[in-house]
């Protein structure tokens, strides 16, 4: 069912997209390849996706690899990126980059690699 939601096109999303680094404007919909150091942290990394995606009831289109994971955002109801796929792509960057720093005292943050780009 087609919705009546403003969608961006390459121009608006570009506009948008300055904060999200990574993220690209690719077949109507916004694209980021994280990098990871193996399938383990591929796994967590496609876990913590599914938590904020539901979460938000919005649902990206996810490529699983042994080192790295794609995802997709679309608005398919819209036909292109609305501001639900800026938003999740925002709290997704946030999810998949936080790395513990001086406010939380005691969190070491992972020795490894986990998630590079």
Do not use: C
């Not at 904020?52 to 995802?71: F, R």
């Amino acid at each position: 069912m087609k919705t009546n939601e403003p969608t961006y096109d390459g121009a608006g999303v570009q506009a948008k997209l300055g904060a999200l680094s990574g993220w690209t404007f690719r077949d109507a919909g916004l694209r980021r390849e994280f990098k990871t150091d193996g399938w383990r942290s591929t796994m967590l990394l496609v876990n913590a996706i599914a938590f904020v995606a539901e979460a938000a009831n919005h649902h990206p289109d996810l490529e699983v690899h042994w080192g790295s994971v794609i995802v997709r955002l679309q608005t398919h109801s819209a036909g292109g990126v609305t501001d639900k796929d800026l938003q999740l792509a925002e709290r997704i960057e946030a999810t998949a980059m936080w790395r513990p720093a001086g406010k939380f005292p005691g969190l070491e943050g992972q020795p490894s690699g986990w998630i590079t780009s």
